[in-house]
Each structure stands twice: as C-alpha cells, then as structure tokens.
C-alpha cells in the first residue's frame, strides 16, 4: 500500500495538532497545581488492579496446592501469626466456597460463621500486602 504525499503531509498535520493540544493540557494541569496527572492515576488503577488479581488468585488457587510459592508461604505465615493459630484451607469434593479449618487435638475443625469471615478478610489484606510488596 502506497502513501501520496499529500495524505502524509495531513497525517504529519494532525499529529503535530495532537502534540500541541497535549502540550497544552499538560502545561494547563500543571497550572492548576496539586492534581495528579492522569496518566499516574490510571497507572495506579491499572496496577491496584493487577494486584487484586494476583492476591485473588493466590487465595482461590495457590493456597490449596500441596507446593506453595513463596508468597503463598508468607501470606500463610503472616495470617497464623495474626491468627495466633495454624489454619488450613480446603476446597471440598462436592465442590462450593474454600472451608477454613483450625488444627485442633481432636482434628481439624471447620471455622464458619462471623470468626470465618474474620479470617478471610484478613488473609485478603495479608494477600494484598504481600502482592504489593513483591511487584516492582
């Protein structure tokens, strides 16, 4: 596919007209002081994003599997301290939500009720922490 001059030249034009409304808004955002610009503020949104994906995942996933990476071995750590008691997390045969079960003398017994969700969100803030921490 071949280019006429001409269709070059209104190309040239209209990037050159971006560029400069760009300036502008830059300079313009600038003057008005203290407001972030958008291109950090969608850089962070995409990048809290990410990390709530990978946090999800950790918890979903990663957390059941008989290996665990390293993050999945800190955020495990870091909740039982909190928790001040060691946790395990199953998915059950029939299938539905992860069951929280705490080790006890007479076997494993499952968490529910308001102290499951206690520990659910605090594992999701452990997890996201955790994420955070390790992404560059």
């Keep these: 596919m071949s280019a006429t001059s001409a269709n070059v030249r209104t190309m040239l034009r209209t990037y050159g007209?971006?560029?400069?409304?760009?300036?502008?808004?830059?300079?313009?955002r600038q003057a008005i002081g203290g407001l972030e610009p958008m291109d950090d503020i969608a850089k962070q949104a995409?990048?809290?994003e990410l990390i709530q994906r990978i946090a999800h995942e950790v918890i979903e996933n990663l957390i059941v599997n008989a290996s665990p990476s390293?993050?999945?071995?800190?955020?495990?750590?870091?909740?039982?301290?909190?928790?001040?008691e060691h946790l395990v997390f199953e998915y059950p045969i029939e299938g539905g939500d992860v069951q929280?079960?705490?080790e006890t003398q007479?076997?494993?017994?499952e968490v529910t009720g308001p102290e499951r969700d206690k520990i659910m969100r605090r594992l999701w803030?452990?997890?996201?922490?955790?994420?955070?921490?390790?992404?560059?």
């Design 17 to 28: 007209k971006q560029l400069s409304s760009a300036k502008r808004l830059a300079r313009f």
């Design 70 to 84: 390293p993050v999945v071995k800190a955020v495990l750590g870091q909740l039982e301290r909190d928790m001040g």
């Design 100 to 102: 929280v079960l705490r």
């Design 125 to 136: 803030e452990i997890a996201l922490s955790k994420v955070d921490g390790t992404m560059l």
């Design 106 to 109: 007479s076997g494993p017994q």
């Design 46 to 48: 995409k990048r809290r």
